[in-house]
């Protein structure tokens, strides 16, 4: 579970917000750990450091020390900036930047490898065909691939160097340089072969066989390693893209009315009780009220729902949402980091930016990962000279070892899959706090559903008022005086019927709730109890045979029974109904398809519960639960050995939200970034519930096959390396291929069926 801290009871460093930095030239998990580890030496700072989302998240860093941080971390050799929320145009341009440089490289690359390829190892396997001078053109043909192609590997390694750390591009330079300088000592010198003559470049004799030149092993390797960065860089952009698409939605203008008359000003100038105007196919910039005017405001950008929905006068709307078909008038609530939006993109952020249990592990092996695979190239190397006493063979081996063993797959292997999945999330109306969630997600075996607000729209009416030696006006307009000022959901429905019969003009006071039972307050000098039988039966209080057929009727039918006393005598009974929300049926059923077993949780009585579980087809059914007791309820499950989820509307929840394995809040407001939740759903549908299951479950498996194939990767490729069964060029082609397999399958998260 995902928890919220309470803030310190003394100002200090420790309140000071997290310091997100952009960092730009991380090349590899190393270059995270590096930059991590950094930071951390700065008193009083914890640092973590995400190599998929480039981003530095910092605690405990006080605002005078911030230019401290940055200047730390460029001069470790890498570029920093404070990240801003509204403007991410920096790591934009950064990435687009390496992008284009990569491109660039590979390009050249690619253009002077494929005849250097051939010059190679056609003249190599065919010695007559070859040509004065031959070996010069190859020489020539690779310095450029080696030199300029390769060179953001060669400077990463010449930076590592001077603070005596190493990263994958040191295992890549180093494949480069020994490859290339193994080749011009072998042309220039022999070195590696006997018998007579030399092997000056010009004449004499040239060795036979296509490996022997290594020249296109730089080349063909320095080429590939480009190849498998520049499609790592864009897979990441394009995880990336998947998430920031919510930032994307927010409107930058706003159409101000003002005096009578519509300005269009940015829309930072925004106030809370300003009045702006949406015209068809605009987007709403902000949430509000709707003063006047109708549409059809499309929410699929943020909810997933495809139908328009309908809304006027007294509407609430919401930012980053589009008016399809009608101009609005609406009255802003909320602006800046306060929408609806903002909460959501930037619990989103948050997510993807945290690190899973089992990243930390990862991020320990490949600290110490490359400086050991260093270490085991030189070994292998040395071995195969030795005892074979083969040098081209043992060079050859040693640098298929430095080369396979990259561990960049590792490094993205959870966080690129995070993000995707939290950003295909988010593009549903799900927000995912964390890798909490999805770890818990793949044992819950208990779905805990409540009722009010969570199984049903929360919009109770009165559907039934039996009074027994009191007109049905008083009865309801004693029960309205009581419940006035409470903002449950009954109380308000009990206002309105009161209203509509015009039965108000009472006035109470020594109001005192009772949370899970009802209220009670002095009404013309007398006390009135307005709740359910369970406050009757505290207060001794006994129910005519016609309230209590009342009662047992209103169970049978689902409804919700709310008794009235006066002066220790119960007076009548108010029946309200609360509509199933229309696709609470197909989710339930859709929960049990996943083999989960369903409880509903409610504070009716038992039989009213039941009523509406054989509708929806529930398993099992807690009546009469106080909200004070849905904790105790979640902890005996799982004292029973039940791992569970338990979906509520966040508000009365929020404990048992907390104490269950997986808490999945409802929301129906605007405030949705401080609910106890590990998911957040902010969509009226209730198949949100299982689809958050389904997502959650679905990105849980990609990262357990991203480390699969990442950690079984590195364990057998290593032995085969070493054993010389692979040559230089195809070690380098299965780095390269490795990484970019991990984040293809993660992008794959994008078009997953929920």
């Not at 105007?277 to 549409?295: F, S, W």
């Not at 819950?444 to 049905?472: F, N, P, S, Y």
Request: charged share 20%; glycine share 10%; with cysteine.
């Amino acid at each position: 579970m995902i928890r919220t801290d309470s803030p310190p009871d003394t100002p200090g460093i420790a309140d000071q917000p997290p310091l997100e930095l952009d960092i730009t030239g991380m090349t590899c998990a190393a270059c995270a750990n590096r930059i991590e580890r950094t930071l951390n030496k700065l008193d009083g700072v914890r640092a973590s450091v995400n190599y998929a989302t480039e981003r530095a998240v910092v605690t405990g860093l006080p605002a005078a020390s911030i230019g401290d941080a940055i200047a730390r971390v460029e001069q470790a050799g890498y570029a920093a900036r404070v990240h801003e929320d509204a403007d991410d145009a920096w790591s934009q341009r950064a990435t687009e930047e390496r992008i284009t440089s990569l491109r660039r490289r590979l390009i050249l690359a690619a253009v002077l490898t494929v005849p250097l390829m051939d010059i190679t190892i056609i003249l190599a396997l065919v010695p007559e065909w070859r040509f004065p001078h031959w070996e010069i053109l190859c020489v020539l043909l690779t310095l450029p691939i080696v030199t300029w192609a390769a060179w953001p590997f060669h400077r990463t390694t010449l930076r590592n160097l001077r603070h005596g750390q190493a990263s994958m591009d040191t295992l890549v330079s180093l494949g480069i340089v020994a490859s290339y300088g193994w080749a011009i000592a072998t042309l220039l010198f022999g070195v590696g072969h006997t018998g007579a003559g030399g092997y000056w470049i010009g004449w004499g004799r040239t060795p036979t066989g296509a490996d022997s030149v290594y020249l296109d092993v730089a080349a063909g390797m320095t080429t590939l390693q480009l190849a498998g960065r520049y499609f790592e860089t864009r897979s990441r952009r394009k995880a990336g893209d998947v998430l920031g698409a919510l930032n994307a939605l927010a409107a930058t203008t706003v159409r101000i009315l003002r005096g009578g008359a519509e300005t269009v000003v940015p829309v930072g100038e925004l106030r809370v009780g300003d009045v702006f105007v949406v015209l068809p196919g605009e987007t709403i910039a902000t949430d509000g009220t709707v003063a006047a005017g109708a549409a059809a405001v499309d929410t699929s950008m943020m909810t997933g729902e495809p139908v328009p929905v309908p809304v006027g006068a007294g509407d609430e709307v919401t930012g980053g949402t589009i008016s399809a078909d009608g101009r609005l008038e609406v009255v802003a609530t909320a602006v800046g980091a306060h929408t609806r939006l903002a909460q959501m993109a930037h619990l989103a952020e948050d997510a993807q930016s945290r690190k899973a249990r089992v990243q930390a592990l990862v991020d320990r092996v490949t600290a110490w990962f490359v400086p050991v695979v260093i270490v085991l190239a030189i070994l292998v190397g040395a071995a195969w000279a030795v005892f074979s006493g083969d040098a081209q063979r043992a060079i050859g081996t040693g640098i298929s070892v430095l080369i396979i063993a990259c561990p960049c797959a590792l490094g993205l292997a959870t966080p690129t899959a995070l993000m995707v999945g939290v950003g295909r999330g988010a593009s549903r109306g799900i927000l995912i706090k964390g890798h909490d969630a999805l770890e818990a997600s793949g044992t819950i075996t208990t779905v805990v559903l409540d009722k009010t607000g969570t199984l049903t729209t929360g919009d109770m009416q009165v559907a039934d008022v039996t009074a027994d030696g009191i007109a049905e006006e008083e009865l309801l307009g004693l029960a309205a005086a009581v419940e006035h000022g409470s903002e449950h959901a009954i109380a308000r429905a009990i206002e309105r019927a009161a209203d509509d019969a015009s039965a108000g003009g009472y006035e109470a006071s020594a109001y005192d709730a009772l949370p899970g039972l009802g209220a009670q307050a002095e009404v013309e000098g007398q006390r009135i109890l307005v709740g359910s039988t369970a406050l009757m039966m505290e207060h001794g209080i006994a129910l005519p045979p016609s309230l209590e057929s009342a009662v047992d009727s209103a169970d049978a039918q689902g409804r919700t029974a709310v008794v009235v006393a006066r002066a220790g005598r119960a007076l009548g009974v108010i029946a309200l109904s609360d509509r199933l929300k229309a696709d609470a049926e197909r989710a339930v059923a859709r929960l049990h398809e996943l083999g989960l077993e369903t409880i509903l949780l409610t504070g009716d009585s038992q039989p009213a519960g039941e009523a509406i579980a054989a509708r929806l087809g529930i398993d099992e059914v807690r009546g009469r639960v106080r909200p004070d007791e849905k904790a105790a309820v979640i902890q005996e499950l799982q004292t029973a050995g039940k791992r569970v989820a338990m979906a509520g509307d966040g508000i009365n929840d929020s404990v048992a939200l907390a104490t269950a394995d997986l808490g999945l809040a409802v929301v129906t407001g605007s405030d949705i970034a401080l609910k106890a939740a590990d998911i957040i759903l902010v969509r009226e549908q209730l198949m949100a519930i299982p689809e958050a299951l389904v997502l959650a479950r679905k990105t849980l498996r990609t990262i357990r096959a991203n480390l699969g194939w990442a950690f079984g990767y590195n364990i057998a490729a290593i032995p085969i390396a070493a054993a010389g069964l692979l040559n230089p060029l195809i070690a380098a082609a299965a780095m390269s291929l490795s990484s970019v397999l991990v984040v293809t399958n993660s992008l794959r998260l994008q078009s997953t069926r929920l």
